[in-house]
């Protein structure tokens, strides 16, 4: 089975810069997808084809990808960035949609 | 605005069966695949189940292929997942998403979950 890896969690303090890892063995050959999920709500996507944002996302939220790692960048988290962040794509063939264990970023 | 709206959770003993539903508005419901992805509560996402915009194409993860049938209306802008041999370890919440388009296969919006419990 095809697995993504992520670090549990990621603490910032207000105003730094947070960066969440994702490891796959196919991310060379996949998109990967960010996925901000807040308490008690439904997931948001906030990066999509590895460094494109969706309308409505503060420019602090940025993506990048090279080789079997990407990373999603939050420039000058906020205290209401704080939620999980999950990294999601598919293995080689397609067939296997995969997300990672996510991160809880924490802002303190 | 995209909205989708789940249904028919509920609690259901091992080896039952349930059928969820989705309720879609805001979007031409019949240029989009749509998938369906749980989650444990406390615990990470699941892709469960995927349809394409014709309902010619679906997909299934490994672990509910043969026991989950995902279907779609696009007479009613609705999507389904017929669940049945229900396990406990299929409980969760149930978010119905719409897949993005563009090169990758993800998903761009989603519900706020219809909550599934299989327990004796």
């Known amino acids: 089975s095809y697995e993504l890896t992520q670090p549990p969690s990621v603490s910032v303090s207000p105003g730094q810069t947070a960066r969440i890892t994702c490891s796959g063995d196919?991310?060379?050959?996949?998109?990967t997808y960010w996925y901000q999920q807040k308490s008690g709500q439904a997931p948001v996507l906030v990066i999509y084809?590895?460094?494109k944002r969706p309308s409505g996302i503060p420019e602090r939220f940025s993506g990048s990808s090279s080789g079997t790692m990407a990373t999603l960048t939050i420039s000058g988290a906020q205290v209401e960035d704080e939620a999980d962040y999950y990294c999601?794509?598919?293995?080689?063939?397609?067939?296997?949609?995969?997300f990672g264990g996510g991160s809880k970023v924490t802002v303190l | 605005d995209v909205q989708l709206v789940e249904s028919g959770g509920g609690v259901v003993r091992p080896g039952g069966s349930l059928r969820l539903s989705c309720a879609t508005s805001g979007f031409m419901f019949d240029d989009y695949g749509m998938s369906w992805v749980r989650q444990v509560p406390g615990k990470g996402l699941e892709w469960v189940s995927g349809?394409?915009?014709?309902?010619?194409?679906?997909g299934y993860a490994d672990s509910v292929k043969g026991r989950f049938t995902i279907s779609r209306d696009n007479a009613k802008n609705s999507l389904y997942l017929e669940m049945n041999s229900l396990r406990v370890e299929d409980t969760a919440l149930y978010h119905c998403?719409?897949?993005?388009?563009?090169?990758?296969?993800?998903?761009?919006?989603w519900g706020q979950g219809t909550l599934v419990t299989v327990s004796s």
């Open positions: 196919a991310l060379p050959k996949k998109y």
């Open positions: 999601y794509s598919t293995d080689s063939s397609g067939n296997r949609k995969v």
């Open positions: 998403a719409r897949n993005g388009g563009g090169a990758g296969y993800y998903f761009d919006y």
């Open positions: 349809i394409s915009w014709n309902g010619g194409s679906t």
């Open positions: 084809e590895d460094s």
